[in-house]
Every structure is written in C-alpha cells, then in structure tokens.
C-alpha cells in the first residue's frame, strides 16, 4: 500500500515492549547516532548475467557488471546491530538521474520488497519519484522484540538500461535537518545510526558514471565503509 511522507510518519508512533511504555519511532529514529563499527546495511546485488566481486546477493559489491536491458537485484543487508538487537529499520533509496528502473515503479510491492523475517508488517513506503524510494518497518510486536537477524532487509526488482552506462545507487542516510526519512537503523534504547552507502552499476560495458547529477545528501553521522564517496569534503 502507497503511503504519503505524513501517512510514514503517523505510523512511527509505536508500543516498544519495555515495562508496556508507549515510545514514539519518530523520536526513536530523532537521537543522535552512537558509532558501532564498520557500517551495519550495505548493497549488495544479484542476477542472471551480474557479475563482479561480491556481485552473488551474499557479499560485498562495490561495483557490479549487468547486461544490457537486463534485470537484477538489489538487496540492502544488515551486517551489524548494536548490542541487544535492533528495533527499526529503513532505507532511502536514489537513484536519480541513472536511467535505472524500478519494477514496479511505485509502492505496491513494499509488502514484498521488505525480507526482513523480523518485520511487524507496517511495510511503510513513500515514493518521492519514481527514482526514490524511502520506507521501512519495526520489528516484531511493533518494536516489542528486538531483532537479531543478519542478512537481507530490502529487496528491490532493477533493471538495467538499454544502452551502455555506469550508475551509482545511494542509500542516503538519515539526517535530522535535511533527510528526517533516510535510512537508518535503531537499535535497543532508541539509538539511531544513519546509514550511508552507494553500489556502481556498470549495464553493459559501462559509461560515464552519473553519480554527481545524483541528489548529493549526507551526514557527518552516518556510519558507512563508503560514506565518503558520498559526501562533500
């Protein structure tokens, strides 16, 4: 189900099963960031004809080789938590500018786009363009129960474009000022680590890159192994 900015935010209000306290997400998702290592959701990518290092749905990618017009992967993985498990997670997805698609082009698969074995189900979606997503849920009891997973979150159905390009994808992180839906993870005692990273895409043998006519939105706080590639100096 499609859901407007306000719509998202009506939702985070939310019954985290500490002593029955009523918390709101909003809040949770307001505090400042506590750094717990080398970054905690990443890309990764996979599919018929993608390769590269990392590029199997399971590893690293930094960069990935798909064919031309053809259909891929893309999956945000949690790699790391705080300590006791995490209670929300969210992403802000961009790619603007690229030529890459999104199928569909809308909200209406967020139920199936979000993997995440924990969820509550709130599946929660905006969809600012049809190159920029932004959605997320809590975990299990609406926040209740914290979730120990690693593994994929989000998975989204891509597609390449026709003609020879290189693209950069960014998950843009949470920033209180400027990005108060970015994508962030929360963890037990309401600490939000914004989360920052990008993937090339190269279709076919690759063009000039597209990653600087892309939204240039970051946070100092964000907690990312390729934060920097992202951000101004």
């Not at 159905?157 to 693209?167: E, H, I, K, L, P």
């Amino acid at each position: 189900m499609v859901r407007t900015r306000l719509l998202f935010l009506a939702l985070m209000v939310v019954a985290v099963g500490v002593a029955s306290v009523l918390v709101s997400l909003r809040t949770i998702l307001h505090t400042e960031a506590t750094t717990i290592g080398a970054g905690t959701m990443q890309f990764r990518a996979s599919g018929t004809g993608v390769t590269g290092t990392g590029c199997d749905g399971v590893g690293n990618p930094t960069e990935c080789t798909v064919p031309l017009s053809g259909p891929f992967q893309l999956k945000v993985a949690v790699i790391d938590f705080p300590t006791g498990g995490y209670i929300a997670a969210a992403y802000d997805l961009d790619f603007t500018g690229t030529g890459l698609t999104k199928t569909p082009p809308n909200c209406t698969a967020s139920a199936s786009e979000i993997v995440w074995p924990d969820k509550a189900g709130l599946n929660s979606c905006d969809a600012p363009s049809a190159t920029h997503y932004q959605g997320g849920d809590l975990s299990t009891g609406f926040g209740a129960t914290p979730s120990l997973f690693k593994g994929n979150v989000f998975v989204f159905n891509m597609n390449c474009t026709s003609g020879n390009s290189t693209a950069t994808i960014q998950l843009v992180p949470l920033d209180l000022a400027t990005n108060p839906l970015g994508a962030v993870i929360t963890g037990v005692g309401s600490n939000s680590i914004p989360i920052s990273d990008t993937l090339t895409i190269n279709c076919g043998t690759g063009g000039v890159s597209t990653l600087r006519s892309m939204p240039r939105r970051c946070s100092k706080r964000s907690n990312s192994r390729r934060a920097g590639s992202i951000c101004d100096p």
